[in-house]
């Protein structure tokens, strides 16, 4: 067990062309976040298509498990042993349709954790998960989150008692969403004595311009590091497990 964590949050603007564009880009920003000792790399909400749910309509654009074409990022995470969440749309065996962050860990196991609380035309896409998933990693515990979800606190409340150390948001928050984004994230933090992490996507969506903002909030809610622009940029930080918590 370790009482620090390197963790990189990865604010990405997801390229046109699905996910045959972005795979490649993923693998460069793993191979960036590695360089600076990171052990777990978060990815916002559908970072392998952007936010482009009209494209789903394309069958190709799901992933499923085993889907070959997440090859090369299961190849960067063994090669440098570290953890990647992805996101993406994510199709089960018997067919149910997930908004999905996929944890591709460097023995070739995968952890997937499904948005509980969706909102707007997610609703005719995707079916809800039912809470938050925990990954474990050095001894500690991080719970994996997507966007809406962290607006509820009950959400974060349940990954804590279940003994999260870390409460990780993959999201897209818009340009004038900005403080709504610190105070979710910020109150997840403090009400439950943990650390949250948030990574956003950037660029130009179809729901506006995101805010950027991606960073670490201590237990305490106040910011330990977050980006200072709105396009792609990987932020990292090593987290040190609070004084008699182990």
């Known amino acids: 067990m370790t009482t620090a964590l390197t963790l ?3 604010q990405y603007r997801a390229l046109d062309g699905g996910i045959a564009a972005n795979v490649p880009e993923h693998i460069r920003l793993i191979e960036d976040a590695d360089a600076h000792g990171a052990r777990l790399v978060l990815f916002p909400e559908l970072s392998l298509t952007g936010y482009e ?10 992933v499923t498990a085993g889907d070959g074409r997440l090859d090369g990022i299961r190849e960067i995470c063994r090669r440098t042993g570290i953890t990647a969440v992805v996101g993406a749309p994510f199709q089960e065996a018997d067919g149910t349709p997930r908004l999905a962050s996929l944890a591709l860990h460097p023995s070739g196991a995968v952890d997937y954790a499904f948005k509980s609380r969706l909102h707007g035309p997610e609703n005719r896409l995707f079916t809800p998960g039912d ?3 925990l990954l474990e990693l050095d001894g500690w515990k991080i719970a994996l989150a997507i966007c809406f979800d962290a607006a509820h606190s009950g959400h974060a409340l349940d990954a804590a008692q279940a003994g999260a150390d870390v409460y990780a948001v993959s999201a897209l928050y818009t340009a004038g ?6 105070r979710h994230l910020a109150a997840r933090a403090k009400d439950n004595r943990i650390f949250a992490v948030l990574a956003n996507l950037a660029g130009s969506t179809p729901l506006g311009p995101s805010c950027g903002l991606s960073g670490f909030w201590g237990p305490d809610g106040r910011v330990i590091r977050q980006a200072g622009g709105t396009g792609t940029e990987v932020l990292t930080a090593t987290l040190q497990r609070p004084a008699g918590r182990i």
Do not use: N, R, Y
């Not at 969403?177 to 610190?182: A, M, T």
């Open 8 to 10: 990189s949050a990865i």
């Open 53 to 62: 749910l009209e494209l789903l309509a394309d069958p190709d654009q799901w």
């Open 131 to 133: 809470g938050a998933v």
């Open 177 to 182: 969403e900005d403080s709504q984004l610190d």
